[in-house]
C-alpha cells in the first residue's frame, strides 16, 4: 500500500501497549501495522489496535473550545444539568475566553470553599506528561489532592491489596516470560478479549506445555486452554484461594525457606486456615473439593508458577481480600522475585499504570510518594515551590458522593466519563447535577461533557508527542502523526495554559514555571523528581520501550521485581475471612449480573463506537445460559428488559453457555443500556471500589425497542 509517511506510536487501547505503525495517506491513518523485532507485541496486533483507531477522524471530534450558552460574563454558573445537544446549548468560544472562564471560576470557588471544594479527575488515556502536570497543578495551584482516575474503578482492590501485603502495585513480571511459563493461574480475567496480545502469548505457553489452571465463572475462552478450570459462585474468590492454601499448608507443600526469608505473620496465618477446608469451600463456590486440592497441589508442585489477574479480581466489594488471598498464595510458595512468576495485575488502560505513577491518586506524588508524609510534602514543596496540602484527597466516587452533599463545588475532568464509568449511574448523575462549575477536557463530547459549563476539545493520541507506561512498566513513546483537527491542543499544553492563569489568580507561583515547548521537558521534570525513572530518556525510547525502574542511563530497565525481597522489606501474610457479595439474588431480582468487555470495543466505547469496529458489534448484548434463557423465557436475537434496584435497561440476548446458570453478563461499552445504571456502589472497604461483577436483577421479555445513541 502506499501511504505518504509512517510514524510509529504507541496502541491507545489496552495496558498491552502494543507498539503500531501509523502508515498515513492524506493526512488520514491508511492503515495500521507493527514490526517484528519490537517488543512487547513483536508485529501482533489485536482488531482494536489493527482496525479501531480510525476513530481520530470522526467527525464528531471536538474541534474548538464550548462555553454553555445560557453563562453571562461576571455571573456564577447555574447548577450542571443535561444539554438538549451541544449544538442547541454551547456556542463556541477562543481558548483565551474559556481558559479565562474556568480560571475565574476556579480560582473563586477555591477562594469562597478552599481548595479541597474541588474535585478533579485525570485520565488514563492521556500521556504521563499529560497526568504529571494536571497532579501537579491541581496540588500546588488548587492545594487539594482530590485527584483521581479510572484505576480507582479497575484495579483499585489490586493495588490495596498488594500495598498492604508486599508494598508494591505494579504488575511485577513481564510480557516476554509469558510465552515460556512452567505453571500459571488466571483468574478474573477474559483475557482474549480484555488484552488479546498478551492472551497469545498465554496461549502459546500452553502449547509449549505449561500448565494453566483457571478460575472464572465464565466459560471464556481461556477455559479451552487450561488443565484445571475451577467453576466457581461469582464473589466466591476468597473462599477457592483460601481452600487451596489450607491444602498447601495443610500438606506442607510451601517454600519453607522463602517464608522464613522473606516473610512475617505465617504461622497466626497458617493456623486461620484450619477451617479453609476445600469441602467447606464447595459448599460455598460449587468448585468441588477434589478439584480445589488438584489445583493447589499442581500450583505449589511446579517449579515456579505466576498469577495473572483482571477486574474480576478487584471489582469487588471485597476486591481488597480477593487480591491479598492470591498474594499470600504466590508467597506460601516462594514465586515472587523469580523469572516466569510473581504477581501480575493485567492493567486495563493503555496508561493507567503510567497515570498513576505520576501521582493521579489522592494519597500520592509522582512515584507513590505518600501525600501525608512530612518527608514527601517538604520534598515537592522545595521541587514545586509552593505549600502542599497534606490531606489525602477524595477517591473517584467519594468525590461524585462530596458533590451531591455541596463539599464538592467545583469538578474538573480529563479525559474521563464519571457520568458513565461511576456505579449507580441515576445516582452519580444526580450528584454531579449540584456542581457549580463542571469543566470536561476530551476529544469527544461524552456523556459527561452534555453536563458540562465548559468543554475543552483534546488532541488525540495519534496527534500528540509524549508517552504511555504499559502493564509490564514500560515507558513508551507516544509520536504525533496528524495534527489536531480545528483548534484542539494536547492536553499538556491546555494543563499549562490554565495554570498560568490560575498563578495569576490565586496569587502562586510554581517552579519551574508552566512554559513548557515540548513533553520530553516535562517528562526529565519527572526524572528529577522520581530515581526510578532517572535511566529513562527520550532518547533511549527513540527505539523501545523501557521497564522501570531504571535509576541510570546504563542501567537496563527491570524485567521482573522483587529478586532481592518485597518494597515493605518482608511479605505480610493476611488471614482472611470470607464475605459474600453485598447483593445476591432473590425471588424479585433472581439473576447474579456482571459486566465487563466484548473483543470490538474499548471500555465506556467513546472511541470505539465511532470506529469501523462499531459495525461488527452495533448494539449491547446480554449473555445468557440456555437454562436461564428457558425460564425466562428468551432466545438469541430477543430483547429482554434487565432491571435492578436502581434502573434497567434493555439489550438484545444471545443465549451462550459462556455465562453459568443463574449469571447474565452485559458489556459496559453501551451508553444506550448503560450497564451501571443496574450497578450498586457499594465499596470495598479499604480500596473504595465498587461492585461491578456483583447485582441482583430481574430479566424479562421485552417489547420492540430502538436504543437511542446520541453522537454528538
Ligand atoms: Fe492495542 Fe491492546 Fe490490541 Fe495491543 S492488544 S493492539 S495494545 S488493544
Not at 448494539?619 to 430483547?639: F, K, Q, S
Request: net charge neutral; charged share 25%.
Amino acid at each position: 500500500m502506499n501511504f505518504d509517511r509512517s510514524v510509529r506510536t504507541t496502541c491507545p487501547f489496552c495496558g498491552v501497549g502494543c507498539q503500531i505503525n501509523l502508515n498515513i495517506k492524506d493526512d488520514r491513518i491508511l492503515s495500521v501495522t507493527a514490526d517484528f523485532d519490537l517488543a512487547p507485541n513483536y508485529g501482533q496486533l489485536c482488531v482494536k489496535g489493527r482496525f479501531g483507531t480510525d476513530f481520530v477522524h470522526h467527525p464528531t471530534r471536538l474541534k474548538t473550545p464550548l462555553i454553555r450558552k445560557d453563562i453571562e460574563p461576571g455571573k456564577p454558573f447555574g447548577k450542571a444539568r443535561r444539554a438538549r445537544s451541544l449544538a442547541e446549548d454551547y456556542r463556541p468560544a477562543s481558548w483565551d475566553e474559556a481558559l479565562d472562564l474556568v480560571a475565574d471560576r476556579l480560582a473563586a470557588i477555591v477562594r469562597e470553599s478552599g481548595g479541597d471544594s474541588i474535585g478533579t479527575y485525570c485520565s488514563a488515556k492521556a500521556t504521563n506528561e499529560d497526568n504529571y502536570l494536571f497532579q501537579k497543578m491541581v496540588r500546588g495551584l488548587l492545594g487539594t489532592n482530590n485527584v483521581d482516575h479510572c484505576a480507582r474503578l479497575c484495579h483499585a482492590g489490586s493495588v490495596a491489596g498488594l500495598m498492604r501485603t508486599i508494598g508494591s502495585a505494579a504488575m511485577s513480571n513481564s510480557i516476554q516470560e509469558m510465552s515460556h511459563l512452567d505453571t500459571f493461574i488466571v483468574i478474573g480475567s477474559n483475557t482474549t478479549y480484555a488484552h488479546p496480545v498478551i492472551a497469545l502469548s498465554l496461549k502459546k505457553a500452553v502449547a509449549r506445555g505449561a500448565r494453566l489452571i483457571l478460575i472464572d465463572p465464565r466459560r471464556i475462552e481461556l477455559a479451552e486452554f487450561a488443565t484445571i478450570w475451577l467453576q466457581q459462585r461469582p464473589g466466591t474468590d476468597v473462599a477457592v484461594l483460601q481452600a487451596m492454601a489450607h491444602v498447601i499448608v495443610a500438606e506442607k507443600l510451601y517454600d519453607a525457606d522463602y517464608i522464613v526469608r522473606h516473610t512475617e505473620g505465617f504461622d497466626e496465618y497458617a493456623a486461620s486456615l484450619a477451617e479453609f477446608t476445600p469441602e467447606w469451600a464447595e459448599r460455598i463456590s460449587d468448585v468441588p473439593a477434589a478439584k480445589i486440592r488438584r489445583a493447589a497441589r499442581m500450583f505449589a508442585n511446579a517449579n515456579v508458577a505466576a498469577i495473572y489477574w483482571g477486574m474480576g479480581v478487584s471489582q469487588s466489594t471485597h476486591g481488597t481480600d480477593n487480591a491479598t488471598a492470591l498474594v499470600n498464595l504466590s508467597m506460601l510458595c516462594g514465586y515472587i522475585g523469580k523469572y516466569g512468576g510473581g504477581l501480575n495485575p493485567l492493567r486495563g488502560q493503555n496508561n493507567v499504570q503510567g497515570c498513576s505513577d505520576m501521582g493521579g491518586l489522592p494519597n500520592v506524588y509522582p512515584g507513590y510518594r505518600p501525600v501525608n508524609d512530612a518527608e514527601m510534602q517538604a520534598y515537592f514543596e522545595e521541587a514545586w515551590g509552593v505549600k502542599l496540602n497534606p490531606r489525602p484527597g477524595l477517591t473517584a466516587v467519594e468525590m461524585v458522593h462530596g458533590a451531591e452533599r455541596g463539599e464538592i463545588r467545583g469538578m474538573f475532568v480529563m479525559g474521563e466519563d464519571p457520568m458513565s464509568s461511576e456505579p449507580h449511574l441515576k445516582h452519580a448523575r444526580h450528584c454531579l447535577e449540584n456542581l457549580d462549575l463542571l469543566v470536561i477536557q476530551d476529544i469527544f463530547a461524552n456523556e459527561s461533557a452534555l453536563y458540562a459549563h465548559v468543554i475543552l476539545p483534546a488532541a488525540s493520541f495519534a496527534e500528540k508527542a509524549g508517552t504511555f507506561t504499559n502493564t509490564e512498566r514500560r515507558v513508551q513513546r507516544v509520536r504525533p502523526a496528524l495534527s489536531p483537527p480545528g483548534q484542539a491542543r494536547p492536553d499538556w499544553a491546555i494543563i499549562s495554559d490554565l495554570a498560568r492563569r490560575l498563578e495569576a489568580r490565586l496569587g502562586k507561583r510554581m517552579k519551574p514555571g508552566w512554559d513548557y515547548e515540548h513533553p520530553r521537558e516535562v517528562w526529565d521534570e519527572v526524572r528529577r523528581l522520581a530515581p526510578e525513572f532517572r535511566g529513562v530518556t527520550y532518547e533511549r525510547l527513540e527505539k523501545e520501550g523501557v521497564q522501570y525502574p531504571c535509576y541510570d542511563e546504563d542501567d537496563p530497565g527491570t524485567v521482573y521485581l522483587f529478586e532481592d525481597g518485597v518494597p515493605r522489606g518482608r511479605g505480610k501474610f493476611w488471614p482472611l475471612t470470607f464475605k459474600p457479595p453485598v447483593e445476591t439474588p432473590d425471588p424479585t431480582y433472581p439473576f447474579n449480573l456482571s459486566t465487563g468487555r466484548v473483543l470490538y470495543h474499548w471500555h465506556g466505547g467513546t472511541m470505539t463506537r465511532r470506529s469501523v469496529l462499531n459495525e461488527i458489534a452495533p448494539e449491547p448484548v446480554v449473555e445468557i445460559n440456555p437454562v436461564d434463557a428457558a425460564r425466562i423465557p428468551t432466545r438469541t436475537g430477543d430483547l429482554v428488559r434487565i432491571a435492578s434496584r436502581r434502573g434497567e435497561v434493555v439489550a438484545r440476548v444471545k443465549v451462550t453457555d459462556r455465562s453459568p446458570i443463574g449469571t447474565v453478563f452485559l458489556p459496559f461499552h453501551y451508553i444506550e443500556a448503560a450497564a451501571n445504571l443496574l450497578t450498586l456502589d457499594e465499596l470495598d472497604p479499604t480500596a473504595k471500589i465498587p461492585d461491578y461483577k456483583n447485582t441482583a436483577v430481574a430479566v424479562a421479555p421485552a417489547e420492540e425497542h430502538h436504543w437511542r445513541v446520541e453522537l454528538q
